[in-house]
């Protein structure tokens, strides 16, 4: 035999080429169709416009962007001198990071001029790129402005909101939501960090542990005022006076380390400690919890749905296309029944967790003034909060189902490559299966939100009836079935039934299922 004959001929090439020249949008038929049926009929042209151009820099310039930053070398530290002893904690990122975070904060997301379906579309394919140090930055900037827009009433407030909703000379500020303790993260009334108002000045002293973007310019940080029995919510700049961010001057706060984490390891997610850190009371301090959380957490939560979905649309595409070229056995790898039946099983949910969350973002743009804190029952406005307590509900419901759906999703998705799915360099599956891991985490656990709704539901039931609930969710005839179901739930109170609470789980599952099939079928069904 000749050397020449032993040399392997294999090669990825066409396999290489495909996935180089997909574009995200124009080449998923699904996705385009979801976002032609949601957006109402005035505006879905420039929906469509708007993601075309989009998905040209996400799919290239951007991916590659990503591509560059995401190794373990490159992960992002801290420095916590300058030459000459001053302590400054500075957070040093890749260029990669600074360049598209650039960019991607220049579209100006959140800016009135921006359509709510434009920006829901580009973030969407934005976040199809994997955390990447630019989706939770996104998020919490986009929570920091809905909150300043019901309470910036101070100048101080009103220049933060415009530094970071419409941008100052060119330049968006990126927010930043520090709420986690060391003694826990779900617990948020237990916070230990305080406010103390020093001659009219509000100042932070504590410890914070799970603080992500610690590269943001502000972050929204609970604390109890002194002597108070409730928690407040504050914006905190990160730096010193208009001049601290070129004097890298921080605002009385050490960021004392940066945890080491298995997903998300492009964002930087510090341990700080403030002491004495000037901060803005944002909105009553009584009400900071119910904002916080009612305003702040609520987009996070709704994010969580988005990027999931986001994350299990490129993996499953990856997939196919990479089943369509793999051989084994003598033929492509998509014509093994199991494989096939694997590919349309992953397939469905990715495109179930897009319809579903598409709807929930068409429901909750109807909602006048968007989220808000605190959801008291009342009669004189009924259908308004109805509407408000149905968009809470699935916002909870969305996020524990879709971060509990892409892991699995993105496993199988890995396993249709084989050996090659786990190689963090072959392709971008890995690190979207280790971010979506994250997803189900933070902005509440699966276990925390599952109590949540069972006691926001059997909190109203007398006043709205999980009948009514299911049947507003569902229509009349699946809606009545499952709100006959989740009232027999409720009346026998799982949830203090270590045997039961089962039960819940399983049942805030198949709501959430039918809910997603149905908006699923609405998409099949439209032109
Ligand atoms: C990568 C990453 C980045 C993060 N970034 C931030 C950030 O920027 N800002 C921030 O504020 N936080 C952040 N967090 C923290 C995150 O929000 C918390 O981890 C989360 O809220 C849970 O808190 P905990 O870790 O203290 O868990 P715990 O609250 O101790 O919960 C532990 C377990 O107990 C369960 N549990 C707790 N209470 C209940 C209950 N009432 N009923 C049933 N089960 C319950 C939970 O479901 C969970 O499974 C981040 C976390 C991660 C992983």
Same mark, same amino acid.
């Given at each position: ?7 392997n ?19 998923d ?16 042209? !420039? ?5 075309? +151009?989009?998905?040209?820099?996400? /799919?290239?310039r951007? #991916?590659k $962007? &990503?591509e ?19 302590r ?15 960019e991607?904060?220049?579209e ?14 580009k ?18 900037? !986009?929570?920091?402005i809905a909150?300043? +827009?019901?309470?910036?009433?101070? /100048?101080?407030?009103? #220049?933060? $909101? &415009? ?8 330049d ?13 993260g ?5 916070n230990r ?12 002293y504590?410890?914070?542990?799970f ?7 502000y ?14 919510t ?70 969580v749905?988005?990027?999931?979905a986001?994350?299990?649309i ?22 093994f ?6 590919l ?13 969350v598409?709807?929930?973002y ?13 959801l008291?029952p009342?009669?004189?406005?009924f ?9 809470r509900?699935?916002v ?5 189902t ?11 998705a890995?396993?249709?490559?084989g ?13 979207l299966f ?5 997803n ?45 179901e ?10 203090s ?12 599952e ?18």
């Open positions: 035999m000749d050397r020449q004959t032993l040399i001929p294999y090669s990825f090439e066409l396999f290489l080429s495909l996935r180089e020249n997909m574009d995200f949008y124009l080449s038929p699904f996705s385009q169709r979801a976002f032609r049926y949601f957006p109402p009929s005035e505006i879905k042209e !420039e929906v469509e416009r708007a993601a075309c +151009e989009i998905s040209k820099k996400v /799919s290239n951007w #991916r $962007l &990503v560059g930053m995401a190794s373990w070398e490159k992960r992002p530290s801290v420095l916590h001198y300058d030459p000459y002893g001053n400054i904690d500075e957070i040093i990122r890749p260029m990669e990071v600074e360049i598209l975070e650039k991607v904060f220049s100006a997301l959140f800016s009135k001029r921006t359509h709510p379906w434009v920006r829901l579309v973030l969407f394919l934005i976040y199809q790129l994997g955390e990447s140090c630019i989706a939770c930055p996104l998020v919490c900037t !986009e929570g920091l909150l300043l +827009e019901n309470y910036a009433d101070t /100048s101080e407030l009103k #220049r933060i $909101l &415009v530094h970071c909703r419409d941008g100052i000379d060119g968006f500020g990126i927010g930043a939501q520090y709420l986690s303790e060391i003694q826990g779900s617990d948020v009334p237990a960090v305080t406010a103390i108002n020093e001659n009219g000045q509000w100042r932070i504590g410890d914070k542990f603080c992500s973007a610690a590269h943001a310019d972050a929204v940080v609970t604390a109890r005022p002194q002597n108070s029995s409730s928690i407040a504050f914006v905190v700049p990160s730096w010193e006076g208009l001049e601290g961010k070129f004097k890298r001057k921080r605002n009385n706060f050490t960021i004392n380390r940066l945890k080491w984490k298995m997903g998300t390891v492009e964002l930087p997610t510090a341990e700080i400690t403030f002491n004495g850190s000037i901060a803005y009371p944002v909105g009553p301090l009584e009400k900071g919890l119910a904002n916080v959380v009612g305003i702040v957490l609520a987009h996070s939560r709704m994010t749905g988005l990027s999931s986001a994350f299990m490129r993996g499953v595409r990856e997939a196919k296309l990479y089943a369509s070229f793999r051989e084994a056995f003598g033929t492509k790898i998509e014509n029944p199991l494989v096939a039946r694997t349309e099983e992953i397939d469905h949910i990715a495109k179930r967790s897009l319809a579903g598409l709807k929930l068409s429901l909750f743009f109807d909602l006048p003034g968007g989220f808000q804190g605190g008291k009342s009669k004189k406005f259908d308004l909060w109805r509407r408000r307590f149905l968009v509900e699935l909870m419901l969305q996020k524990i879709a971060a509990y759906d892409a892991p699995d999703v993105l496993r199988k890995i396993s249709i490559f050996g090659h799915g786990v190689m963090e360099d072959f392709s971008a599956l890995p690190r280790r971010d979506s891991i994250v189900e985490l933070w902005e509440g656990p699966r276990n925390v939100l599952l109590t949540q709704i069972y006691r926001d539901l059997q909190r109203v039931k007398d006043f709205y009836s999980p009948i009514n609930f299911c049947k507003d969710l569902l229509g009349n005839g699946l809606g009545e079935e499952l709100g006959k989740c009232m027999e739930l409720l009346e026998k109170d799982v949830l039934s270590r045997e039961e609470c089962k039960l819940w789980d399983e049942f805030c198949k709501l959430c299922w039918a809910f997603q099939e149905q908006a699923l079928e609405e998409v099949y069904a439209s032109k």
